[in-house]
């Protein structure tokens, strides 16, 4: 297989002055494409505000020879980060919606503001990047988008109410775009990673940060963004050089009579096993869509009950 570029592809990264951003920006520029480096320069909480993140990274391409620009503003302003590939480019194909922030609290003591954040820089910033650049893909019959989401979204995490929930959801926001995007060669995944950053590197052994470099997570999203693709809607954990693909599995479950005086919470405690019982299912059901759920079939056999 050759080796994989990008050239003549526009790529924005957003939060790409550092972590698994800039490793993205390094990878697509290193390999062709011309890149918008967005970073608001924030701290890991989100307060302040530099325009120093990402010029250095705009510095190492352009010094290594590659194409780059910079931009300063909140993924919130969505259309300012189109804007800027657009003006520079004069288009845009990729798109890695990847700015984040952490306000970790246990639900008890976590404050309106703390959720509201999260839930704005994560799901509604990203929100906004992509829809800025829809119009643009749908009319070029092209585009590629990544959503980031976390682990901690797909199993819940102590103290990550806010980020957890908008993490998972942003996968939700993938899978939906994967569908609307189809006709028009727009792909769309998800990803959950994990590297050393300075996100992470406070809570993971420290004998494992040389292991989880960002750069060991390229791989998997450089694949999914390239021409050569066809996967989308895909849900995936990546690092450490490791990739894998997640589906959701659904339990046979019981079938009852569709009557509220036999579908009765203690007659769904007495097929509790059954409901609950994920493997194995006979056969195993891996639902991949809504439209998976025969409901049909079950009002047949809930008429048999
Ligand atoms: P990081 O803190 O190193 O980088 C995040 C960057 O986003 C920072 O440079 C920051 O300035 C920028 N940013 C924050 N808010 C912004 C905004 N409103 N507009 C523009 N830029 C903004 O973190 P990272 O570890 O590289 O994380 C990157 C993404 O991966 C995040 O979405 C994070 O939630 C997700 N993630 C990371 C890990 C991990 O193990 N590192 C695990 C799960 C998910």
């Known amino acids: ?22 490793a993205y920006a390094l990878f697509f520029a290193s390999r062709g494409a011309a890149v918008v480096v967005n970073d608001l320069g924030v701290s890991r909480s989100g307060d302040g505000h530099s325009s120093k993140a990402a010029d250095v990274v705009v510095d190492e391409i352009v010094r290594a020879g590659g194409k780059a620009v910079a ?13 800027t590939a657009l003006k ?27 959720w509201d954040l999260i839930q704005e820089v994560h799901l509604r910033g990203s929100y906004k990047v992509t829809k800025a650049a829809w119009e ?17 979204g797909i199993y819940g995490n102590y ?22 995007g189809a006709k028009y060669n727009i792909l769309c995944n998800t990803i959950a990673p994990v590297a050393a950053s300075r ?33 989308s809607g895909g849900l995936f954990e990546v690092g450490a050089g490791w990739a894998g693909k997640l589906r959701w599995e659904r339990s046979q479950g019981r079938v009852f009579k569709a009557d509220p005086t036999t579908f009765t919470p203690t007659a769904v405690a007495s097929a509790w096993e059954e409901i609950t019982e994920i493997t194995p299912a006979k056969p195993p059901v891996y639902p991949e869509s809504m439209a998976d759920t025969d409901w049909v079939g079950l009002l047949e056999r809930a008429k048999e009950q």
């Open 199 to 231: 996100m992470t590197e406070s809570v993971m052994p420290p004998e494992f940060l040389p292991a989880l470099k960002p750069e060991f997570v390229t791989g998997l999203v450089g694949l999914l963004c390239h021409d050569s693709s066809n996967e």
């Open 1 to 22: 297989m050759p080796d994989i570029r990008y050239d003549d592809r526009v790529v924005l990264v957003t939060g790409a002055g550092g972590g698994l951003g800039k």
């Open 88 to 114: 520079a480019f004069g288009r845009l194909d990729i798109i890695i919606n990847n700015a984040g922030i952490l306000r970790d609290k246990s639900f008890s003591r976590m404050t309106d503001q703390d």
């Open 136 to 152: 643009t893909f749908r009319k070029q019959k092209y585009g590629r988008i990544i959503m980031t989401a976390s682990a901690a």
């Open 71 to 83: 931009n300063y503003d909140s993924v919130n302003d969505g259309d300012r980060l189109v804007d």
């Open 159 to 180: 103290g990550q109410a806010n980020y957890s929930s908008a993490k998972l959801a942003l996968a939700s926001l993938g899978f939906t775009l994967a569908r609307e």
